[in-house]
């Protein structure tokens, strides 16, 4: 099986190595736990150790806020954008249209993207387009209809695209429309706790579809070059 490495120290052994090619894997956790520097660096040690061009969409965060986030660990995302390995996509959140996956799709496309995050399913999910669920009336089930829709049609890019989807959550919640870990491949859960020791944040791989994977809780720790996945007893 193709693996894609993410290069975060001590994450990619949990799942024999790195995610299998081309699968949409959610990367959902409560606020502060470091969801979008994981998905900083899968992008850009995707661009710079493993010659694979991604792109980051946002829906929450303006551009540049992302890349002074990254320059903080060194990530330099304004010369990536420049050699066309990495770019990194700013849509308002009420920009949000029935046409947004398709716009997507046709970007990643163009970009020959082989690496995917989308920043966050939670904004996408508040504001739903009434066009895209084809009702007036925002309910549960349309709000899940469009997740469906939403993460299927990412589906259709194809071409080994493996893709990250960031989702917020709560306390004892694995995404906020609590129907997207359903329809992803896997699942990576972080979560923010004293551990009564030198870690606060803890990983653990929910599920990993076509891949064993480690199913321990793990302590992540934020370094000055990125994340760090440790074990328990290091």
Known sequence: MDR?????????????GGFPKGKIVLLSGTPGTSKTIFALQFLYNGATQFNENGLYVSFEEREQSLKSQALQFGWEFDKLEKANKVKILSIPANSIKETTAFE?????????????????LSTLSINTPTTYSKVTDLTEISIK????????????????????????????????DTVSEFICDGIIHINYETLGGKYSRTLTIRKMRETKNDEDVHPVEITPRGLVVHKFEE
Do not use: P, W
């Open 4 to 16: 894609v490495k993410t290069g975060i120290k001590g994450f990619d052994k949990l799942v024999e």
């Open 104 to 120: 997507i799709i046709s970007l990643a496309k163009k970009n020959s993207v082989k690496r995917l995050v989308i920043d966050s």
């Open 145 to 176: 209809r469009f997740m469906y829709t939403f993460i299927n049609d990412l589906r259709d890019i194809r071409d080994g695209v493996t893709s990250l989807l960031i989702s917020q959550t709560v306390e004892g919640q694995l995404s906020r």
